[in-house]
Every structure is written in C-alpha cells, then in structure tokens.
C-alpha cells in the first residue's frame, strides 16, 4: 500500500477528501484508517457518502474516554493496522488525539510521515490541542502548511526548511467543492439568519459557562440555526438547562448538518458565532465574520485582518463588544471579502506533489 490515511472526526474527513480525490485521479493507492473518535453516525459515516471518501478499510472503535485513554488505545490500534498494511507513508490531519496516535505509532515504526495543516499554534497549553500539533510537527517527516504564519512558526521552532512545504489550505479546496454541489440545499435556509456552532470541551464540561452562553443567545434577538452537536446536548440534559434553550423563540436548534449543507448555510448567513476553529476559518472563505467563543487565537491573519473576534464568555467586556459588533454587521454597517492567506484552492495538488516523492 502507498499511503495510510488515518482519520478521526469530521474536520480531518473534510481535510482527507481532497487529498483521496487527488491520489486516486494519479493512480496512487490508498487506505483509510478511521479511529472511531467521533463515533455518531452523522459526524463519521455520513460524511464519507456526502463527501466521497472510500470506505474506510479499518474503524478502530476507539470511542469516547480520557485524552490518554483515547490517544493510547488508539496508538495501540494504529500500530497493527499499519504492520498489516505496511504502507510507504502514513498521512495525518489536524490535531486531535488520533492525529497524535497515528503520528507516534508510525515515527516509532520508522514509516514516513506527512502532518496536513501543520504550524498553527495558540502558544497555550490549557487547550487540549496544542501539544498535540507540537508533538506531532517535531516527529513529522512532511510538514504541509496551510498558510504563511503556519509555515514561518515551523522555521521558528526550528525544523529544516526543507521539510516544510506551503501548499495551502484543504479545508479550502473542499469548501469551494462542497459549496458548488450544495446549493440545491438552499430551501434550508431563510432569509436572515445567524449560524452557530457549539462543542467544544472548554465550553460545555462545566454547567457556569453553558448558562453564559445561552445568555449570551437570550441577549442576540436575531434568528440563530444551531445544529446542535452531540456532546452540547449531552450536557445540556446533564445540567437542566435544556428546558431553559428551549425557550428561546428565535433560536431554531437541528440536528447535525453533512458538510455540503454546512457549506450552503455559512454562505447564507449573516454571521457565525462558534467555538470551533475549522468553522472559524471557513467562514472567511465566503467573506462572514466569526464571533469565535474562546479567548484562543488560532488564526492570527483573521483575527488581525478582522474576520474573527475573539470572546471568552467569563469576560463581560469582550462579550459586550460581540454583542456590539453583532448589532453592527446585522444592520449592514460591516461586511468583509475573502481572504487569500489559505492559498488559491489546490492545496491538495500541492500535497500530493510531496506525497508523489515518497511512494
């Protein structure tokens, strides 16, 4: 086998399919691992039909659990699967405990490794992530950056340059593929709309800050679609405050959207309040503002350039300056153009221009 790709949740499939489109238009061969880290139906399987990903060859059903219960059981999973496999190179995504399991299974077992999206650093170790992408970008072989800052936090860390490769963003290529073949998705959506996103762990393991953010919600009065993720509802039902986000007359909750439908509704809004990085981004990439729930600077152009503001939902101030801005862009005094930091949209061709070297 060429290539192992080892994936784990919905970003890292969004970011594996241009890439597989890629590596089979040239011939190269391939298999997909998937981890089973996200492990609901419409986060994982759905999104290898939408998206047209090949089935994965293996899911290691690693589940839910601790970030070493998670990271471990998956390394363990990983390394039988590429010593069955043995493939030339193993390609990982992103930053998530697969990525970190897949990336030391293989630097262990001496195969090639090329890290997608490497460089981007928070420089915080609160957040779960960011010793995942340093571990991960010092025992890679290949280090694919998405954008400038990516690339020159690599050299600064000192990595050889010549490992490093600037080839873009895949999330962005995917976008524009996923946004042409979903607007016959456009009946979801109504003339004016918010849209946000809620999952991640630092904004729904502790009952306070939920009740601040459904108060942030109360103080919006505009229409909001929250596709509401497993882990959200979860915490809603174990904390009592369903009843209360129930209440809420503009804000419609649904369940998980495919990635094409996600594509057509970003477009669509007026704006996206969200505390995941990946949408955070994609949103610049239909010209939206990200009112990003976390005081965590992952993308320092868009931060700067004014595409994302940053709110930690404990700091008064900062949510009253989004609640501003929100009122601001709703009455049409704000609007902005795509950016051109995550390249032109052929980051994949890029990528497997450096896998082609390997296999």
């Not at 000192?158 to 979903?182: H, N, P, S, W």
């Amino acid at each position: 086998m060429d290539v192992m790709h080892v994936v784990g949740n919905r970003p890292q499939f969004i970011k594996l399919s241009p890439v597989s489109r890629e590596l089979r238009k040239r011939g190269i061969q391939e298999v997909i691992i998937h981890t089973g880290q996200h492990y609901d139906a419409n986060l994982s399987e759905i999104f290898f039909e939408e998206l047209d990903i090949p089935e994965p060859a293996r899911n290691l059903d690693v589940g839910s659990g601790s970030h070493a219960q998670v990271t471990g059981a998956a390394m363990i999973r990983i390394e039988k699967v590429i010593e069955e496999f043995t493939p030339k190179c193993v390609v990982v995504y992103g930053d998530t405990n697969s990525t970190l399991a897949a990336a030391l299974a293989a630097a262990k077992l001496c195969i090639p490794l090329i890290h997608v999206e490497a460089g981007p650093r928070t420089y915080n170790k609160t957040n779960p992530e960011e010793c995942n992408r340093v571990v991960v970008d010092h025992i890679s072989d290949y280090l694919c950056a998405p954008d400038r800052i990516s690339f020159e936090n690599l050299i600064k860390e000192g990595i050889a340059k010549d490992k490093i490769f600037f080839t873009g963003d895949v999330m962005y290529d995917e976008f524009l593929y996923c946004l042409l073949q979903g607007q016959d998705n456009i009946s979801l959506c109504p003339d004016g709309y918010i849209l946000m996103t809620w999952h991640r762990q630092e904004n729904t393991c502790n009952r306070e800050r939920m009740e601040k953010i459904i108060c942030f919600i109360e103080k919006i009065s505009y229409d909001i679609i929250l596709p509401l993720h497993p882990r959200t509802k979860k915490f809603l039902e174990v904390y009592g405050l369903e009843e209360r986000i129930n209440k809420i007359p503009y804000l419609k909750i649904i369940e998980p959207v495919g990635y094409k439908e996600m594509t057509v509704l970003l477009n669509n809004c007026k704006l996206l309040v969200s505390d995941s990085g990946g949408a955070s981004k994609e949103a610049s990439f239909v010209g939206k503002k990200c009112i990003y729930m976390l005081d965590l600077n992952i993308w320092p152009e868009l931060v700067e350039n004014g595409y994302i503001q940053l709110m930690d939902i404990d700091n008064n101030e900062m949510v009253e300056r989004s609640l501003y801005e929100i009122k601001n862009i709703l009455a049409g005094r704000k609007w902005l153009c795509r950016p051109e930091f995550f390249g032109n949209g052929n980051a994949a061709v890029k990528i497997v221009d450096v896998i082609e070297k390997i296999v």
